[in-house]
């Protein structure tokens, strides 16, 4: 059924007669209806939890009547933003950071460009450790880390692809260099 009624139709759910079965029957339906669906009423949920508070009526009461008084409004908000504000986490880094960070990755890679003559070897290298980490590392990781079970198979097999993972790219990486270093 629908958990939110309307006052008025809660009233008249509780308090209409029954349309049969005498005034005993009709009695102990009212009462039945009206211990379901006055906890609801009452702002408790028919479940167990607490309902939410209703919210305020709107009225004017709280508007500030001259600009003074506004302004007041605004100064005491204000003072408590900067209170909320003190005990909020620390900023992101500062613009400085940004440029420096910045600055290091687009002097690395000028350098690289400028040192590396082979685009195959980069892509080699992208490669060696980009795919054996997504294909290898991380699911054997992952697995690893979330299997409920100690003792399983499937979280022991995790573990030696894990292990292959980080056997196969030292590999990988050594014997791109081994043949890097032979073609010069």
Same mark, same amino acid.
């Given at each position: ?9 809660? %009233? %008249? ?11 005993? *029957? ?14 609801? *009423? ?8 607490? *309902? ?82 997504? #294909? ?13 079970? %100690?003792? #399983? ?27 890097? *270093?032979?073609?010069?």
């Amino acid at each position: 059924r629908d958990a939110s009624i309307s006052p008025t139709r809660l %009233k %008249k759910t509780v308090l209409s007669p029954a349309p049969s079965g005498g005034a005993a *029957a009709s009695r102990a339906e009212a009462e039945a209806k009206r211990s379901r669906f006055g906890l609801a *009423a009452q702002g408790q949920s028919i479940a167990g939890q607490p *309902a939410p508070p209703p919210l305020p009526a709107p009225s004017t009461a709280s508007a500030p009547a001259s600009s003074a008084a506004a302004a007041a409004a605004i100064g005491a908000a204000t003072a408590a933003a900067a209170a909320d504000d003190a005990a909020a986490p620390p900023l992101p880094p500062s613009e400085l950071t940004f440029w420096v960070v910045t600055s290091l990755f687009l002097v690395c890679s000028v350098g690289i460009a400028l040192v590396v003559t082979d685009l195959g070897l980069v892509l080699s290298v992208v490669g060696a450790t980009g795919s054996t980490t997504v #294909s290898y590392l991380l699911p054997g990781f992952c697995y690893f880390r979330l299997c409920p079970r %100690k003792r #399983s198979p499937m979280r022991l097999l995790a573990l030696l692809q894990l292990a292959l993972g980080c056997i196969i790219m030292p590999g990988s990486l050594a014997l791109i260099f081994a043949a890097g *270093a032979g073609e010069r």
